[in-house]
């Protein structure tokens, strides 16, 4: 009687292949659908399942006689939570370590004497409405990138040059997200100051700053005098800044002194304020902190310091800087009692319906001017960070236009751009000059697509395809 052998199963090899060809059409149909964040899910998960695989062979989780499904699922399942359970204890410990330890984090701010301030934490003057939005829907939208939240190519900008100024002129300087620079003949304010390429979040999470044509270094600015905090959060108030700035008079809201003490600013050098809170600081400047929608904290403790935003008066100019902010009728009442504004710089930018209560649209930036009865409007609190999930120049571009229906004069310098309050404002729509961005031909090209669709096909029949294995009849000894 003859003995049968295997000697191969081209079926399962051909079936190992045609699983890699569908695996790598499917990636290449989600890339080119802008959903290639679900690629790097896929990835997260092809190195759970190699760390999985591989912790499998260890003597922890090598064990005989697993030989039901019931077994073999339950040793996966306790190698998979396994993984998971040390990847969150990682995630804890530096969390931990980095809010114990971090400089970052700044200090305790402690408890305050405020009608703002009760159950351990500031309130905004009106409850933000309960929109509700969906978690998921939100989620989902982050993992659709078109690649147009980011510039594509380095943004031109102008370098920064002082202004040759006359007694009763204002100088004002954008750089980029909330970071403003007015000066005159006699003192310098700073606002929002973050420079550099880190600091703007803990950890290695943080967004890293657009490329510009022309970089700006604190060290290139005059002398500051004063510089003003709007709220503690990272995109705003940057530590290696205030180091640097160390001479400077700080002029902050409740609670965000106890972050400039722990970095080195003497308290002597700091001025607390609280919503409405007025203050004469020279001859020629007077500041009002005025309130706004929005929340603080920079580690696990939220609203311990207060936020808002500054009316400002220079040399007979009156000036309005929003800091973060959701719309509210605030703005009404600020305007009637502190307006009219030659200029408010608004937040534009990092808005979403997800949190449309802490952050306004560009209609709302617009209105919050006509409010505010401003005379020119300055779009801010852009052009420098994705932080939400509009493109990067929708907001320059939708106030620009929103300001043409209203009748509100909007300025738009170029970042770096330096120039006179009531003299020449520049309008100029520079952001159109930028580069738009280009798909590569992976996604745009259609004999990529048709080789893409034609390689699925291929795939589910090398997948479905039946070839019996090669057998060998050996004759038996005799």
């Known amino acids: 009687m003859g003995q049968e052998e295997v000697v191969s199963n081209p079926k399962a090899s051909l079936r190992v292949a045609g699983i890699t060809l569908l695996i ?74 980095y809010l114990q330890f971090s400089p970052q984090v700044g200090g305790n701010p402690g408890h305050y004497d405020s009608e703002h301030y009760h159950d351990g934490a500031f309130h905004n003057l009106e409850q933000p409405e309960d929109l509700e939005p969906s978690f998921f829907g939100t989620l989902i939208q982050y993992f659709i990138d078109d690649g ?42 700073l606002f929002d100051p973050v420079f550099g390429d880190d600091n703007t979040d803990p950890l290695f999470i943080g967004p890293s700053p657009f490329a510009y044509e022309h970089t700006y270094e604190l060290e290139d600015l005059p002398e ?50 609280d919503w409405y809170q007025e203050a004469v600081i020279t001859e020629d400047l007077n500041v009002v902190f005025t309130p706004s929608q929005h929340f603080s904290g920079r580690g696990l403790q939220q609203d311990n310091t207060l936020w808002g935003a500054w009316a400002v008066y220079l040399n ?17 009442n600020i305007g009637q009692q502190y307006g009219p504004f030659d200029i408010a710089f608004i937040e534009a930018g990092q808005y979403n319906e997800a949190w449309a209560d802490v952050h306004m649209f560009p209609d709302e930036t617009v209105q919050a001017a006509i409010d505010l009865n401003a005379t020119t409007l300055l779009p801010i609190h852009n052009t420098k960070f994705v932080l939400a999930l509009h493109g990067w120049d929708e907001p320059l571009e939708e106030v620009t236009l929103e300001g ?7 300025t738009t310098p170029m970042i770096g751009e330096s120039f006179v309050l009531g003299g020449f404002m520049p309008e100029e729509p520079w952001w159109r000059g930028v580069t738009v961005y280009e798909p590569p031909i992976l996604k745009q090209n259609p004999f990529v697509g048709a080789a893409m669709y034609a390689s699925m096909l291929l795939a589910i029949m090398m997948i479905r395809h039946r070839s019996p294995a090669v057998v060998i009849v050996m004759d038996s000894p005799k």
């Open 24 to 97: 790598f059409s499917i990636m290449l149909w989600l890339y080119r659908h802008n959903l290639n964040p679900v690629n790097y899910l896929f990835f997260a998960m092809l190195l759970l399942r190699f760390a999985g695989h591989g912790l499998s062979k260890t003597s922890l989780f090598l064990k005989e006689g697993l030989d039901t499904n019931r077994r073999i699922f339950a040793r996966w399942g306790k190698i998979y939570s396994s993984i998971m359970a040390l990847i969150l204890v990682v995630l804890v410990l530096s969390a931990t370590v």
């Open 148 to 189: 147009s939240r980011e510039p594509g190519s380095v943004l031109p900008t102008v370098a920064f040059s002082p202004l040759d100024l006359s007694e009763d002129e204002v100088g004002i300087t954008w750089f980029g997200h909330s970071s403003l620079l007015i000066q005159t003949t006699n003192i310098s304010l």
């Open 224 to 273: 500051i005098d004063v510089v003003l905090i709007s709220h503690d959060h990272y995109d705003h108030l940057d530590m290696d800044a205030i180091k640097h700035l160390s001479d400077s008079l700080y002029l902050v809201p409740l609670g965000v002194e106890a972050h400039l003490v722990e970095w080195g600013i003497p308290s002597s050098q700091i001025q607390t304020f």
């Open 316 to 332: 007979e100019h009156a000036l309005y800087f929003s800091g973060d902010g959701g719309y509210s009728e605030e703005f009404v």
């Open 404 to 410: 043409q229906r209203r009748n509100q004069s909007v």
